[in-house]
Antibody
């Protein structure tokens, strides 16, 4: 069974940093691209970033380009999102989601349960 | 304001058929990019419902179907059931933004 489990969320002050993790199981992690998607409270979904299986292709949404960094460690079956210069509008549930394309974000066939990030003083 | 436009809400009685529209533009759906649909049950993570405009992943009932034409796409649900009450999101790619884009979501209420 494919499983994605996010962790690392919490309360952080504006301007601060946080690193999210997503641990994968039930499939060969290194052969799949993965994404981060977030959902602000009561709002819709927003795609943030994509990373290919061997980390040679990375994309970011304009809203987080330059502030967030996606990475992965295939030896640990883990995906990461380093979030810097956090703002109140970054408050959201953050999901990792497996992609079905090896070269660019396409569609997301498995999602984690999400981790909540709250940016507030 | 989402790049893909969905109605905020739709409703239907059990057994009825409902459709949810997803309207884009020439820079996304109209450029030939595929549309995918997700179902988000209350308090849970989104789940893939339709991919590549009209394909159902294994395990998704054939009551759910997708279509695409021009700059729009639609999700149809037939034989509505109480368990279908959820938020539904369409997703595609926008070449002007160079971003994955989602619709704003549609809340389905089963009366």
């Amino acid at each position: 069974e494919v499983q994605l489990v996010e962790s690392g969320g919490g309360l952080v002050q504006p301007g601060g940093s946080l690193r999210l993790s997503c641990e994968a199981s039930g499939f060969t992690f290194s052969t799949y691209s993965v994404n981060w998607v977030r959902q602000a409270p009561g709002k819709g979904l927003e795609w943030l970033s994509y990373i290919s299986g061997i980390s040679n292709i990375i994309y970011y949404a304009g809203s987080v380009q330059g502030r967030f960094i996606i990475s992965r460690d295939n030896t640990k079956n883990s995906l990461y999102l380093q979030m810097n210069s956090l703002r109140a509008e970054d408050t959201a549930v953050y999901y990792c989601a497996r992609d079905r394309d090896s070269y660019s974000p396409y569609y997301f066939d498995s999602w984690g349960q999400g981790t909540l990030v709250t940016v507030s003083s | 304001q989402s790049v893909l436009t969905q109605p905020p809400s739709v409703s239907g009685a059990p057994g009825q058929r409902v459709t949810i529209s997803c309207t884009g533009s020439s820079s996304n759906i109209g450029s030939g990019y595929d549309v995918h649909w997700y179902q988000q049950l209350p308090g849970t993570a989104p789940q893939l419902l339709i991919y590549g405009n009209a394909n159902r992943p294994s395990g998704v009932p054939d009551r759910f179907s997708g279509s695409k034409s021009g700059t729009s796409a639609s999700l149809a649900i037939t034989g509505l059931q109480a368990e279908d009450e959820a938020d539904y999101y369409c997703q595609s790619y926008d070449t002007s933004l160079s971003d994955v884009v989602f619709g704003g979501g549609t809340k389905l209420t089963v009366l």
